[in-house]
């Protein structure tokens, strides 16, 4: 080997060590960054306490929650009450994200991940309306594939921050609630009621009737009922209980027509309780499994007895629940209606076979 060549494979050799050198560097200034993101909190700086408003969009449709005063409403239902649970545990949750895992990302993986537009965007906002903090929820992560990834739970989601977009972050939460449907947020609590006195069924068309008692304890009878006619008491205490656990499945837009919703000629259900209150339920169409339904109260409530104060303030708080319902087109499980929407013969009671 002559000098000229052993000169020029020092060189070489030196190049390579500069850059194995150089690429060691690097690696040991990049890698440290990764690795000290890892058990960070995703949202830095969001305080609970200053959360206002939270904006879930997602294609085509947009959701906002408001604080007013000590309650949370549904800004597209006209106001509607929202779960304060579900509401205080989001908020929960969203402060308590960390970081799992963080890579580099582009615009073709943000497509694949639903990091864009195709994915679900998360802003809490102030009193003034100011940003605080905001994600996009992506597709779910699994640490292996499910044969159904859509209705499979997830072990968590891939997530992108608004400031770092070229960046896809891991969280271990999948983030179920975050979705702009109103079924998942307003608040369930329907008609509780008590006491009922007379119940009526008015059908848009066919045979109704209306059933009475004389105490709260004392059997039902038949309105009008004849002679061969006896009424079957557990179908109408199921049908009376129908209104006393009458639970909200959804709240419809406020823009809904009454010809859509079947409530231009809807059935009704009329009830008075011995409490001194009258309630109304208008039954429109039924949308899949859910009755459109709109519900108002009248009357003020009496109380008597030794625990007339309690029950009189537990009822004045129910009360305003149910009142303010009214002007709400509501939705209610096809269920919850079954035993009391049901024609006058099936309250009857069967006549008994002779025996031979």
Same mark, same amino acid.
């Given at each position: ?36 993101? +890892? ?6 700086? @969001? $305080? #609970?306490? !200053?959360?206002?408003?939270? *904006?879930?969009?997602?294609? =085509? ?22 779960? +304060? ?6 908020? @929960? $949750? #969203?402060? !308590?994200?960390?970081?799992? *895992?963080?890579?580099?990302? =582009? ?31 992506? $597709? ?217």
């Amino acid at each position: 080997m002559n000098a000229r060549v052993a000169a020029i494979l020092i060189l070489l050799l030196a190049l390579l060590g500069g850059g194995a050198l150089l690429y060691h560097q690097q690696g040991q200034t990049q890698r440290p960054a990764e690795a000290g993101a +890892l058990g960070q909190t995703l949202l830095k700086g @969001l $305080k #609970a306490a !200053e959360v206002s408003a939270i *904006q879930i969009r997602e294609p =085509g449709s947009t959701l906002t929650l408001e604080r007013r005063g000590e309650r949370w409403v549904v800004a597209e239902r006209d106001g509607f009450p929202a779960d +304060l649970d579900r509401v205080r545990d989001f908020v @929960l $949750k #969203a402060l !308590e994200l960390k970081i799992g *895992q963080t890579e580099p990302i =582009g615009d073709k993986d943000r497509a694949r991940l639903n990091l864009d537009a195709s994915g679900t965007l998360v802003e809490f906002k102030d009193a003034k309306g100011a940003s605080l903090a905001r994600f996009i929820a992506g $597709k779910k992560f699994f640490k292996r594939e499910p044969e159904n990834p859509d209705q499979a739970a997830g072990d968590g989601r891939f997530v992108l921050l608004s400031e770092d977009p070229g960046r896809v972050v891991v969280v271990s939460n999948a983030l179920a609630q975050a979705t702009a449907k109103s079924a998942d947020w307003v608040s369930r609590s329907g008609l509780a009621v008590e006491k009922v006195q007379s119940l009526e069924y008015r059908p848009a068309g066919g045979d109704g009737w209306k059933i009475e008692r004389p105490g709260d304890n004392a059997d039902w009878m038949l309105a009008g009922a004849k002679a061969h006619e006896k009424l079957e008491i557990t179908k109408a205490n199921a049908a009376a209980y129908s209104l006393a656990s009458l639970d909200l499945a959804d709240v419809a837009p406020r823009d809904l027509k009454p010809e859509d919703s079947g409530l231009d000629q809807p059935a009704v259900l009329a009830a008075t309780t011995f409490d001194g209150l009258s309630y109304t339920v208008h039954v429109g169409k039924l949308a899949g499994e859910q009755y459109y339904v709109a519900v108002s109260v009248a009357g003020e409530p009496k109380t008597e007895g030794k625990d007339a104060g309690e029950r009189g303030r537990k009822l004045a708080e129910r009360l305003a629940r149910e009142r303010s319902l009214a002007g709400h087109v509501l939705l209610v499980a096809k269920n919850r209606l079954d035993d009391v929407l049901k024609p006058r013969a099936e309250l009857l009671a069967r006549p008994q076979e002779n025996k031979k």
